[in-house]
């Protein structure tokens, strides 16, 4: 019988060589109950369905590893975990997708295959994020203010290149950079600006003595002093830390005003802006 068949495939009429057409959407390999997602070719379209094409192709994987789409169940907390990341970055579904798709061919192949796309999903939150900052400021601190020490918090508080905060601090209690020097706000003196100063932390145009600032530091180690006072903004430039201070050369002499033992601190909010 075999024999035959060779016989009348190598005697049968030559057809011409036609392009096959591409594999498009939910395709069951051959004798296989499994049917596995194929994406179009992403790069061949237009912005607009190149998006829908993103979005179709999403919600063919999520359906699939679900166990919407045959024998086929992955961990939920693995999928939430990995959708949660295409959806703040649709893009990551071409990869996903072209991906999912061999490893879907294996296992329609042979059942066996199940472990190596299982490991390949879970491996998936680690290799899509990577290089990435998931430190974003998300947290509003509050706090006080010390005038006589370095800089606050200890830990340094954690950003993301593009987050922005707001920094409020009382603006009424009073304290002294020097004894007998005159009582300032977090404001600072506004009669002597640093702006250029070579010993002051602050030495940009608006950066006052004594005044509230904060102090970033990137993750490649450059450092930038912003002044804000008692209500200002700031702009992580890059991913990084920071930290705040009173923008003195000699904290350690510092001092809040003490009316009849009920001394004067300011508190201080931090709070992220969307
Ligand atoms: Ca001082």
């Known amino acids: 019988m075999l024999l035959t068949s060779l016989f009348f495939v190598a005697c049968g009429p030559k057809k011409p060589q036609e392009p096959e057409a591409p594999k498009v959407g939910w395709i069951q390999e051959g004798e296989s109950s499994l049917a596995c997602y194929y994406p179009p070719n ?42 949660t990341i295409m959806l703040g970055d649709m893009s990551k579904v071409e990869g996903v997708v072209r991906d999912n798709l061999s490893y879907c061919k294996q296992y329609a192949a042979g059942p066996s295959a199940k472990a190596t796309w299982e490991s390949w999903l879970s491996s998936l939150p680690v290799k899509l994020t990577e290089g990435e900052c998931n430190h974003h400021y998300s947290v509003t601190l509050a706090h006080y203010v010390e005038v006589d020490v370095d800089w606050e918090p200890a830990e340094p508080l954690r950003i993301c290149g593009g987050d922005k905060v707001r920094v409020r601090a009382a603006p009424a209690d009073r304290y002294q950079l020097e004894p007998g020097g005159p009582w300032i706000t977090v404001n600072g003196n506004t009669e002597v600006s640093t702006a250029g100063s070579e010993t002051h932390p602050c030495n940009t145009d608006g950066c006052f003595e004594g005044q509230l600032v904060i102090r970033f530091q990137s993750k490649d ?3 930038t002093v912003i002044p804000v006072g008692s209500d200002g903004t700031f702009s992580a430039p890059a991913d990084g830390v920071f930290t705040y201070g009173i923008n003195d050369i000699s904290p350690e002499n510092n001092k809040w005003y003490n009316a009849s033992g009920l001394i004067e601190h300011a508190d201080i909010r931090i709070e992220p802006v969307q």
């Open 42 to 83: 992403f790069a061949s379209l237009d912005t607009l369905e190149r998006k829908e094409a993103q979005s179709t192709s999403f919600d063919a994987l999520i359906a699939q590893w679900n166990g919407e789409k045959g024998s086929v169940t992955m961990n939920s907390d693995v999928v939430e975990t990995v959708e």
């Open 221 to 223: 180690g450059e450092t």
